[in-house]
């Protein structure tokens, strides 16, 4: 066995696994493919306007831009955890980042829409191999007691990456380094990718199901076409004036998703492996998390991508400008998340703060720019957007705590790849959602006016799906473990319990 499959000298308890020597180094690489992912999904909402004004395309292309990536994700997300079960996590993540590095470089040198969304998908695809095996290696690599301490690290981690994207994005455009432009947002991907495999080679554990397995291709073509049945008409289908096509499609995917369903219930019964283990959905927290991700996600994603719009195509601003703009609401979580260590002893009240929270913030851009008009400035957001941001801090800090605490070893890569292609699906249906709501408000001649007028609409639909998350989120239960609990509750409130 090799020194990095070595563990801590100290003996844990029996009913506790021993924890893995280079844990910490791991979880380092781990963030850093996260944070890749999440550069690769907020640039394009800063570049997109020059890459248009570039190399061409029409409206839906800055919507494809994001939900192209996004989609391919969600496809490719249940099968990158099934694969890290059979084949090995390490392997499938050093896999995964290498092809996010050939992707990377596809987007790089891209002579048309239709070239860089293909390369979106190509980025997408092979991300989808490589992130949920992070989530199932930390489920190995960290000891109950210290496993939420790890995921909280995701918090300032995926902050600071907020933070420093949209700045990164509009000086790489704005710096038109060597004359590469926006291209410049996708080149950068090549040495940080490079040094996330060797650190995965040095440092990420050997890590797969302790029982043979299979992939469900029927599953992953049923559920791949149901994403892509609702998430094309939405985007395209405004361009078309919404041809009957469009809302056929859409009725299709609710068929569709029902069959996937089906499918893998027999699949199961008939001693197979599905592509989600069907334990999952008789966990509490898991099958609540996935609603709250799916509606809270597709809220912020679509949030994001029509903000950066107005503020460059409505507003003027240049892309670093535009990048700037959008830093009070990263730091806002920052702060939410170091908030919520003080209050995470109130579990599941937390999220439900900070989805009210978050909605009061949407509010308040809503008042700004109301007052302020088509002459708003970034230091006139600046507030709303930080109360916004501290209340996604507060709901995104103990989220993924509470949704795998209860998930078991073998269902370890299921659940992550479920549960993060639920997160990129949200992603993708926002994104065509909001954005197809704000152009179609945007009427065929924009002014200020309309762009004013469609913002605030826009912002009452974010609210909405705020509400609902409030709502939602009292599916989840109310402590992720039952020691996080106090005296007298229940324990059928905790993750340890079925439904």
Same mark, same amino acid.
């Given at each position: 066995?090799?020194?990095?499959?070595?563990?801590?000298?100290?003996?844990?308890?029996?009913?506790?696994?021993?924890?893995?020597?280079?844990?910490?180094?791991?979880?380092?690489?781990? #963030?850093?493919?996260? *944070? &890749?992912? @999440?550069?690769?999904?907020?640039?394009?909402?800063? +570049? /997109?306007?020059?890459?248009?004004? !570039?190399?061409?395309?029409?409206?839906?292309?800055?919507?494809?831009?994001?939900?192209?990536?996004?989609?391919?994700?969600?496809?490719?997300?249940?099968?990158?955890?099934?694969?890290?079960?059979?084949?090995?996590?390490?392997?499938?993540?050093?896999?995964?980042?290498?092809?996010?590095?050939?992707?990377?470089?596809?987007?790089?040198?891209?002579?048309?829409?239709?070239?860089?969304?293909?390369?979106?998908?190509?980025?997408?695809?092979?991300?989808?191999?490589?992130?949920?095996?992070?989530?199932?290696?930390?489920?190995?690599?960290?000891?109950?007691?210290?496993?939420?301490?790890?995921?909280? #690290?995701?918090?300032? *981690? &995926?902050? @600071?990456?907020?933070?420093?994207?949209?700045?990164? +994005? /509009?000086?790489?455009?704005?710096? !038109?380094?060597?004359?590469?432009?926006?291209?410049?947002?996708?080149?950068?991907?090549?040495?940080?990718?490079?040094?996330?495999?060797?650190?995965?080679?040095?440092?990420?554990?050997?890590?797969?199901?302790?029982?043979?397995?299979?992939?469900?291709?029927?599953?992953?073509?049923?559920?791949?076409?149901?994403?892509?049945?609702?998430?094309?008409?939405?985007?395209?289908?405004?361009?078309?004036?919404?041809?009957?096509?469009?809302?056929?499609?859409?009725?299709?995917?609710?068929?569709?998703?029902?069959?996937?369903?089906?499918?893998?219930?027999?699949?199961?019964?008939?001693?197979?492996?599905? #592509?989600?283990?069907?334990?999952?959905?008789?966990?509490?927290?898991?099958?609540?998390?996935?609603?709250?991700?799916?509606?809270?996600?597709?809220?912020?994603?679509?949030?994001?991508?029509?903000?950066?719009?107005?503020?460059?195509?409505?507003?003027?601003?240049?892309?670093?400008?535009?990048?700037?703009?959008?830093?009070?609401?990263?730091?806002?979580?920052?702060?939410?998340?170091?908030?919520?260590?003080?209050?995470?002893?109130?579990?599941?009240?937390?999220?439900?703060?900070?989805?009210?929270?978050?909605?009061?913030?949407?509010?308040?851009?809503?008042?700004?720019?109301?007052?302020?008009?088509?002459?708003?400035?970034?230091?006139?957001?600046?507030?709303?957007?930080?109360?916004?941001?501290?209340?996604?801090?507060?709901?995104?800090?103990?989220?993924?705590?509470?949704?795998?605490?209860?998930?078991?070893?073998?269902?370890?890569?299921?659940?992550?790849?479920?549960?993060?292609?639920?997160?990129?699906?949200?992603?993708?249906?926002?994104?065509?959602?909001?954005?197809?709501?704000?152009?179609?408000?945007?009427?065929?001649?924009?002014?200020?006016?309309?762009?004013?007028?469609?913002?605030?609409?826009?912002?009452?639909?974010?609210?909405?799906?705020?509400?609902?998350?409030?709502?939602?989120?009292?599916?989840?239960?109310?402590?992720?473990?039952?020691?996080?609990?106090?005296?007298?509750?229940?324990?059928?409130?905790?993750?340890?319990?079925?439904?």
């Amino acid at each position: 066995m090799s020194t990095h499959a070595e563990v801590a000298t100290s003996t844990p308890p029996a009913d506790e696994p021993a924890p893995y020597r280079w844990r910490w180094a791991a979880l380092f690489v781990i #963030l850093a493919a996260e *944070v &890749m992912d @999440l550069l690769d999904a907020m640039v394009t909402n800063i +570049a /997109g306007p020059t890459i248009r004004t !570039d190399i061409g395309g029409s409206a839906s292309t800055l919507q494809w831009l994001g939900a192209a990536y996004t989609l391919a994700m969600t496809t490719g997300l249940l099968t990158g955890g099934r694969l890290g079960d059979i084949f090995g996590r390490k392997r499938m993540f050093v896999i995964g980042a290498a092809g996010f590095v050939v992707g990377s470089l596809l987007c790089a040198v891209a002579q048309s829409p239709e070239t860089l969304i293909a390369a979106r998908v190509v980025q997408g695809l092979f991300g989808a191999v490589m992130l949920p095996q992070g989530l199932g290696m930390i489920k190995e690599m960290f000891p109950p007691k210290e496993m939420q301490s790890a995921f909280v #690290l995701f918090g300032p *981690v &995926m902050g @600071l990456a907020s933070v420093g994207g949209p700045i990164l +994005a /509009g000086w790489l455009v704005d710096a !038109d380094f060597f004359g590469t432009g926006w291209r410049m947002i996708f080149i950068i991907n090549l040495p940080f990718g490079l040094a996330a495999i060797l650190g995965a080679l040095r440092f990420l554990p050997e890590s797969r199901s302790p029982h043979a397995l299979k992939l469900d291709l029927p599953g992953v073509v049923i559920a791949s076409l149901a994403a892509v049945l609702i998430v094309f008409p939405l985007v395209q289908g405004r361009e078309s004036d919404w041809p009957v096509w469009s809302f056929i499609m859409i009725g299709a995917s609710v068929v569709t998703f029902a069959l996937f369903g089906w499918f893998e219930a027999r699949k199961s019964r008939a001693g197979g492996d599905p #592509l989600i283990v069907p334990s999952l959905f008789r966990k509490r927290a898991f099958t609540g998390g996935l609603l709250t991700g799916v509606v809270f996600f597709s809220g912020m994603a679509g949030f994001m991508l029509v903000f950066n719009l107005y503020t460059q195509i409505g507003l003027g601003y240049s892309p670093i400008k535009a990048g700037l703009a959008g830093v009070p609401w990263s730091v806002g979580m920052i702060l939410g998340m170091g908030i919520m260590q003080t209050v995470k002893r109130f579990g599941r009240k937390v999220l439900h703060g900070g989805a009210l929270i978050m909605a009061l913030g949407a509010l308040g851009v809503y008042l700004t720019i109301d007052m302020a008009g088509i002459g708003v400035t970034p230091w006139q957001l600046a507030p709303a957007l930080i109360v916004t941001g501290i209340g996604m801090g507060l709901l995104m800090g103990p989220f993924f705590d509470i949704v795998l605490a209860g998930v078991e070893q073998h269902e370890t890569g299921s659940a992550s790849g479920t549960l993060t292609a639920v997160q990129q699906l949200g992603n993708a249906f926002g994104v065509a959602l909001l954005g197809t709501i704000f152009f179609d408000l945007l009427g065929p001649v924009p002014t200020g006016t309309t762009f004013e007028h469609a913002m605030k609409i826009t912002l009452w639909v974010v609210a909405g799906m705020l509400l609902l998350t409030f709502l939602v989120a009292f599916l989840l239960p109310k402590y992720a473990r039952e020691e996080d609990a106090p005296e007298g509750d229940a324990p059928k409130e905790v993750v340890s319990a079925s439904t």
